[in-house]
């Protein structure tokens, strides 16, 4: 139903922008789009076959006057107008939105059934022969209150969803904020804990080194002890031989 009404807009509001583009494609002698353009020098623009003609018709050759602004123009004094050409040839190949797809009949009813606009030929086909149908400007109404319904209810979803989003990002901002605190927390502690061992690592090594020169030294000592011993029980045994 809010398809509907949106279609419905839309229709409209292209029929409006088709009735502007006529104005420009269209000549205004043969009501059609425009064949072969030429335009006078006061700027008008018509077919060359129908400006032809008028200027034939005419029996004030040879000087004539503008269909549109009768202001006066020689015989001839019209050029070829090819911008305006290459524009028919684009607006041509648009389809015009107030007639059906399946024909080139004006969508004037709604079928209430398959809720879409159809024309006059559509009504009397099998797919909407036997559905309820009514002008499409008075089926329009009949939707504007579920419509209106149907978009205050979308309304409160979207400030309901911003709500949250609100929400989110806040509760977002707070979790990121601890995050940081904790990260610098961590990052604080394990500094002070790598310092603590860096310390009792050069405390260790230089007891360490303390326990190795101690070691070192006796060790000196008792070698010597042991060398004064020996020398003295070789004496001996060299004075009892």
Not at 4 to 22: K, N
Not at 171 to 200: D, G, P, Y
Request: glycine residues 2%; contains cysteine; aromatic residues 8%.
């Amino acid at each position: 139903k809010v398809t509907f009404l949106f279609l419905v807009d839309a229709i409209m509001a292209a029929r409006s922008r088709i009735r502007d583009l006529q104005e420009a494609v269209f000549c205004s002698f043969c009501r059609d789009y425009f064949k072969d353009p030429v335009i006078l020098k006061c700027g008008h623009n018509f077919c060359r076959a129908c400006i032809t003609q008028y200027c034939k018709d005419s029996k004030t050759s040879p000087s004539y006057a503008c269909p549109q602004c009768r202001e006066a123009f020689g015989e001839g004094e019209f050029q070829p107008n090819r911008q305006l050409k290459n524009v028919v040839e684009i607006a041509k190949k648009f389809p015009d939105p107030k007639t059906c797809e399946n024909d080139t009949e004006f969508l004037k009813l709604f079928c209430k059934v398959d809720e879409t606009p159809i024309c006059l030929v559509c009504r009397e086909t099998p797919c909407h022969k036997d559905h309820p149908v009514v002008p499409i400007k008075e089926a329009a109404p009949d939707y504007k209150a579920q419509i209106q319904s149907r978009l205050e209810h979308l309304k409160e979803e979207r400030e309901r969803i911003l709500s949250y989003k609100s929400s989110g990002e806040k509760t977002s901002q707070e979790l990121l904020k601890q995050l940081e605190t904790e990260t610098q927390k961590i990052v604080s502690e394990v500094q002070q804990l790598r310092q603590f061992l860096e310390e009792q690592e050069r405390l260790l090594l230089a007891q360490l080194e303390e326990l190795n020169q101690e070691i070192e030294k006796r060790g000196a000592e008792y070698v010597a002890k042991l060398s004064k011993e020996i020398s003295s029980f070789s004496s001996l045994i060299s004075e009892m031989e």
